[in-house]
């Protein structure tokens, strides 16, 4: 290889790395999900080096500890010794073991060696818009709005990457290749189950079966594990919450096209609403946060839930020129 095709491949890594650890980081945009889907569908290397970077940072979980310390070590003195702010810990983290392992060769460290997938495929939703989407093997997964998710299948597992939005999977069973979702700061790990992932506001739920979760990095790991009725909040710093009992049939009512909330906070509701509107409303009323709702309202018709916010809130709805709206007091 030439000193210019090297500089190439070299800089063709890095490249790939930052995509990498930028969709992983938990705060990647709508925009820059697409724009990471553009630049490996570019060309084939530009597709080959970010699945080779994938596979390296999953393949960590092979390695011994203190060759990863020694790996994010090497990375934290080359960016000049910054420490990173707890939430921005994993996407640190995920950028230092990318970019260390992107040198790695081969030949140096045989558990490395990326297995290409039998299958691969990427599902997104707009929007406005659910799809159901059914696998190879079975499984079914259903997109709610705005969620983008990545499908791989090899030898022996089968994964999948939510990197944004709320997906439901109907996962078909099978001994011999596990099934994995991986969030950005949490992985789910089943054999045949039926359960919910949110990516934003992190929440796992199942509907049936059982499900192990897994957050956070080596270096600070903590697992539930789930069983039917049952689920966990993941927040921004990848820290799971204890486990705890849920209506199963309301978190996953939006499967039909509706929201139902029961006792939820005002606060809770908008940003739910939020979720589908077209044009985000701002809940403009500090007294009013902790506001107790319920009612059950139509997702395929998101200005009509906007409608009706003061039929069960003493607020009132203003419009703005830009289609927005600002939620006050009434």
């Known amino acids: 290889m030439s000193p210019t095709d090297a500089h190439s491949a070299e800089a063709l890594r890095a490249q790939a790395a930052g995509w990498f650890a930028r969709v992983h980081s938990g705060e990647a945009t709508h925009g820059e999900i697409d724009a990471c889907a553009a630049w490996r569908r570019a060309h084939p290397s530009h597709d080959e080096a970010y699945r080779r970077v994938e596979y390296l940072w999953q393949a960590t979980r092979q390695l011994p500890q203190k060759e990863l310390r020694s790996m994010l070590a090497a990375s934290r003195a080359a960016s000049g010794g910054a420490q990173p702010s707890r939430r921005r810990y994993f996407g640190w983290a995920a950028t230092a073991v990318a970019c260390a392992l992107v040198g790695v060769t081969v030949a140096a460290v045989p558990l490395l060696t990326a297995e290409a997938p039998s299958y691969q495929a990427a599902y997104v939703t707009q929007p406005g818009e659910r799809r159901e989407v059914t696998l190879p093997d079975g499984s079914v997964i259903n997109l709610n709005v705005n969620t983008h998710v990545e499908v791989a299948f090899f030898k022996g597992r089968r994964e999948v990457s939510l990197t944004g939005g709320q997906a439901f999977f109907a996962v078909q069973h099978e001994t011999q290749r596990r099934f994995v979702v991986r969030a950005p700061a949490v992985t789910v790990t089943v054999t045949g189950t039926r359960f919910d992932v949110r990516s934003e506001d992190s929440r796992v739920a199942v509907e049936s079966g059982s499900v192990q979760v897994t957050s956070g990095a080596w270096w600070n790991r903590a697992e539930r594990r789930l069983v039917a009725g049952q689920a966990v909040d993941i927040d921004a ?21 509706k929201i139902v909330f029961r006792n939820a906070p005002l606060t809770q509701v908008v940003a739910e609403m939020n979720r589908y509107l077209e044009y985000p409303a701002t809940l403009q009323a500090p007294a009013l946060r902790d506001y107790r709702v319920a009612g059950v309202f139509n997702i395929d018709e998101p200005q009509a839930i906007l409608a009706a916010l003061p039929a069960v809130a003493p607020v009132q709805v203003r419009m703005q020129p830009d289609g927005s709206a600002v939620i006050v007091p009434r």
Do not use: F
């Open 237 to 257: 710093a990848g820290a799971l919450s204890a486990v705890m009992p849920v209506h199963i049939e309301n978190l996953l009512a939006w499967r039909q096209g």
